[in-house]
Nanobody, 121 residues
Framework: QVQLVESGGGLVQAGGSLRLSCTAS????????MAWFRQAPGKEREFVAA????????YYADSVKGRFTISRDDAKNTVYLEMNSLKSEDTAVYYC??????????????WGQGTQVTVSS
């Protein structure tokens, strides 16, 4: 069983930065692929970024490529999403997810409760 808790969301002006954190319980964190998804009001949940269990493979949605960076610290059981040059269209609830298989689809087994990111223009 893995429990995920996101933090770091908030209100930021367009062009600004935020860093989201997702801390996992359990001793097998290092064996999981981790990902970030987001869901804006009235829209489906969409993929943002993912990182493999050993940190060597990263995937990004085209909409965030070059602006967002995913990373992980297995010693802290934490995955991060560094978000720069934020735009109003980045406004959404951001969810952390974990699974034994690295994927860009929504088929992750474990999910956090989400953290709100609001970008004002």
């Amino acid at each position: 069983q893995v429990q995920l808790v996101e933090s770091g969301g908030g209100l930021v002006q367009a062009g600004g930065s935020l860093r989201l954190s997702c801390t996992a319980s359990g001793r097998t964190f290092s064996s999981y692929a981790m990902a970030w998804f987001r869901q804006a009001p009235g829209k489906e949940r969409e993929f943002v970024a993912a990182i493999g269990w050993n940190g060597e493979i990263e995937y990004y949605a085209d909409s965030v490529k070059g602006r967002f960076t995913i990373s992980r610290d297995d010693a802290k059981n934490t995955v991060y999403l560094e978000m720069n040059s934020l735009k109003s269209e980045d406004t959404a609830v951001y969810y952390c997810a974990a699974d034994s298989v690295l994927s860009i689809t929504i088929n992750y087994y474990y999910w956090g409760q989400g953290t709100q990111v609001t970008v004002s223009s």
